[in-house]
């Protein structure tokens, strides 16, 4: 049973920052990616960020230059670094792991059960 456990939400004025942090755990084989996707209520999820296992990073245009996106392959964790916040920042994030697992075949989307982000103005 893959778990993904988040860290690192809360209460920021605009113009702060805050550290995410998500480690996966149980019976993974391989990681092809793990990144953020936020959420806020009546509006589909949308990807914030993502890294591939090689490094390769990918980011919503609206957080380029004010969030990185990093991880650490051996302890099969993702964080994401938010400077610079805004209110429009303000969501559910939800961390995600595209993997492989050990006796089930292809490539699945794992998800954390997501951790508030609220920025003040």
């Known amino acids: 049973q893959v778990q993904l456990v988040e860290s690192g939400g809360g209460l920021v004025q605009a113009g702060g920052s805050l550290r995410l942090s998500c480690a996966a755990s149980?019976?993974?084989?391989?990681?092809?990616?793990m990144g953020w996707y936020r959420q806020v209520p009546g509006k589909q999820r949308e990807l914030v960020a993502s890294?591939?296992?090689?490094?390769?990073?990918n980011y919503l245009d609206s957080v380029k230059g004010r969030f990185t996106v990093s991880s650490d392959n051996a302890k099969k964790t993702v964080y994401l670094q938010m400077n610079s916040l805004k209110a429009e920042d303000t969501a559910v994030y939800y961390c995600n792991c595209n993997a492989r697992v050990w006796g089930i075949f292809g490539w699945r989307d794992y998800w954390g059960q997501g951790t508030q982000v609220t920025v003040s103005t």
């Open positions: 890294i591939s296992s090689g490094g390769s990073a």
């Open positions: 149980g019976g993974i084989a391989s990681i092809n990616s």
